[in-house]
């Protein structure tokens, strides 16, 4: 496709104003794939929903592809959804919702310009929730918090928002308030119309959208009498001492608007879906990595002129590269980079260029992807994702631009804690081990240590949480046609380090303790069996390099 007439400055802003790019966060269970596809629903994009596990002969979620996914009713991976709303065209980014695999959530993070907080109503805020919003927090995200599961037996709404309010520290506004405890919801109030109670009559099973019904107040007095009235009590109460609604504040992270449903019987998800129209962001300038400074003192005396601090949006084409995932259509057996354009406009067919090499190619084969669903993508605007096909050149945290060079920012890895050494069953399959391993490494599904000493056929895997592990070993098998065995190795700890370090920590020969090559970046990883041990070393060797890698994401 021609680039020789890009769209204006203007037509880029108008789109770029129309998209809201989203992610929906949460501790396992919480019900995050199925609110996924009950915003799909209510966006129509879908027309029947299905419970996670696929009960009773249902099929599984429409953003969870991985067989492995299906058969534990979990998300492992990240899926991109896009739809229609009201005009405007929503990204929806799927994260994993378990703790072993939080590393490929930050990297969503990255990619999206507010999250939605799910929250058990029985459960309050667990600790997964509690990591992943302070991972919004890091990344400046703002946050809607939607309370799930209303139909079930749980907390006190006041008590569950005090809980948001001293352990995350950002004060809940509500924006939708429940009429009824916690298993018992009658229906729902706006705090921005109290005449009116919403009404809803659930569908068997949820597979379609709840039938609403408006009640004005003198008919919600007259049917639910106390618990309307100690409804609109709760919510004056909570609106009269907190400071309001405040578009600046929530961008800033320092309100969460606050919505009360139930995502398996479509109960509030309207309501939210509208909220993410009208409250999220739209995206906006992106900060730029900073420039390297060279001798002579660098950046600060050259005016500020030479790089710029944030890429608009308006500007040339420019997207990060936030995931890889390989064989999401096992019939052809290929690779898709998932790219947030960041700015400008993205045309198939365009040349890019990869800022870490400065090499340009085309993007022949560009997707949107709808769960393992996709279609040719022509024309994208800033907030899209577009899954670019077999660009094997791309890892996870690139830059691409067209255009004027920009880079953004690279995206941390997390300190893994247990740590394998890979083995093919069968040497006979070692080109395929090699390629397998390869492959999830730039996926970013382990990250792949190696040393001399143990050589190309037994690399050490090192993840951050053990089901990773179990994702590595069933796509070496039925991916890459190459089980494997893992030998687990007795660190927990690791710390990055230079040459002189990995020397130091070699002539040591500590038992539990070895110097490794991440082979993503040849950063090298010193590791410890425990911090006993990297204490001891440490006294020992105080002028040694040792330095934290983000260990949670606090």
């Known amino acids: 496709m021609s680039t020789d007439h890009p769209a204006?400055?203007?037509?880029?802003?108008?789109?770029?104003?129309?998209?809201?790019?989203?992610?929906?966060?949460?501790?396992?269970?919480?019900?995050k794939s199925t609110l996924t596809e009950a915003?799909?629903?209510?966006?129509?994009?879908?027309?029947?929903?299905g419970a996670v596990h696929g009960k009773g002969g249902r099929r599984g979620v429409t953003s969870d592809w991985m067989e492995l996914e299906r058969d534990r009713g979990i998300s492992v991976t990240s899926a991109a959804l896009q739809f229609g709303h009201r005009g405007h065209v929503m990204n929806l980014v799927d994260t994993p919702g378990h703790a072993d695999f939080s590393e490929d959530t930050y990297r969503v993070l990255a990619a999206v310009d507010c999250a939605i907080m799910l929250v058990d109503a029985a459960k309050g805020l667990e600790e997964q929730t509690r990591k992943l919003f302070s991972v919004c927090r890091h990344r400046g995200v703002p946050v809607i918090t939607f309370i799930n599961k209303w139909d079930r037996r749980g907390r006190e709404a006041l008590e569950l928002l005090d809980d948001i309010e001293t352990v995350l520290g950002i004060t809940p506004v509500p924006v939708v308030w429940p009429v009824g405890n916690a298993g018992n919801l009658r229906g729902?109030?706006?705090?921005?119309?109290?005449?009116?109670?919403?009404?809803?009559?659930?569908?068997?099973?949820?597979?379609?959208k709840a039938v609403e019904e408006r009640l004005t107040s003198e008919q919600a007095t007259a049917e639910e009498g106390g618990l309307w009235e100690t409804a609109?009590?709760?919510?004056?109460?909570?609106?009269?001492?907190?400071?309001?609604?405040?578009?600046?504040a929530f961008r800033a992270g320092k309100i969460s608007p606050v919505f009360f449903g139930a995502a398996l019987t479509n109960i509030g998800v309207g309501l939210l879906l509208d909220a993410v129209v009208d409250l999220a962001p739209a995206p906006g300038p992106r900060p730029l990595a900073a420039p390297a400074t060279g001798g002579g003192g660098g950046a600060?005396?050259?005016?500020?002129?030479?790089v710029p601090a944030t890429r608009p949006v308006e500007s040339d084409f420019s997207g990060l590269v936030f995931k890889i995932q390989a064989n999401m259509d096992p019939a052809h057996r290929d690779r898709i980079a998932f790219v947030r354009v960041c700015s400008g406009v993205f045309e198939r067919g365009m040349s890019v260029t990869?800022?870490?090499?400065?090499?340009?190619?085309?993007t022949k084969y560009a997707h949107t992807v709808f769960?393992?669903?996709?279609?040719?993508?022509?024309?994208?605007?800033?907030g899209d994702v577009v899954g670019l096909i077999n660009a094997t050149a791309l890892r996870v945290g690139d830059t691409l631009y067209a255009g004027k060079k920009a880079e953004f920012p690279p995206l941390p890895a997390f300190a893994p804690e247990h740590f394998a050494v890979a083995r093919p069953k069968d040497i006979s399959r070692s080109k395929q081990f090699r390629k397998g391993i390869s492959q999830l490494d730039e996926e970013g599904v382990v990250q792949v240590l190696v040393s001399d000493r143990r050589g190309d056929q037994a690399p050490v895997l090192a993840a951050v949480g053990p089901m990773q592990f179990d994702v590595v070993l069933h796509r070496m098998e039925h991916e890459f046609s190459s089980p494997i065995a893992l030998d687990h190795l007795p660190y927990n700890i690791a710390r990055v380090t230079d040459a002189e370090g990995a020397a130091t920590l070699h002539r040591t020969r500590l038992v539990n303790g070895e110097a490794l090559t991440r082979r993503s970046d040849d950063v090298l990883l010193a590791l410890f069996?425990?911090?006993?041990?990297?204490?001891?070393?440490?006294?020992?060797?105080?002028?040694?390099?040792?330095?934290?890698?983000?260990a949670t994401a606090d």
């Not at 204006?8 to 501790?27: C, D, G, K, N």
């Not at 911090?531 to 934290?548: C, H, I, T, Y």
């Open 300 to 306: 600060a005396g050259s005016g500020g002129s030479a």
């Open 371 to 382: 769960g393992a669903e996709r279609t040719v993508v022509d024309t994208s605007y800033p």
């Open 188 to 208: 729902l109030v706006q705090a921005s119309d109290t005449e009116q109670m919403l009404r809803f009559t659930r569908v068997p099973g949820g597979t379609h």
């Open 354 to 362: 990869r800022a870490a090499s400065g090499r340009s190619f085309a």
């Open 529 to 550: 069996g425990d911090k006993w041990q990297m204490n001891s070393f440490v006294r020992g060797n105080p002028d040694v390099k040792l330095e934290a890698l983000i």
């Open 8 to 31: 204006s400055a203007p037509q880029v802003l108008q789109e770029a104003e129309r998209r809201r790019t989203f992610a929906v966060i949460s501790h396992p269970d919480a019900g």
């Open 39 to 49: 915003l799909a629903l209510h966006a129509q994009a879908i027309t029947s929903a």
């Open 232 to 248: 609109l009590e709760e919510l004056e109460l909570v609106l009269s001492s907190g400071p309001g609604w405040d578009p600046e």
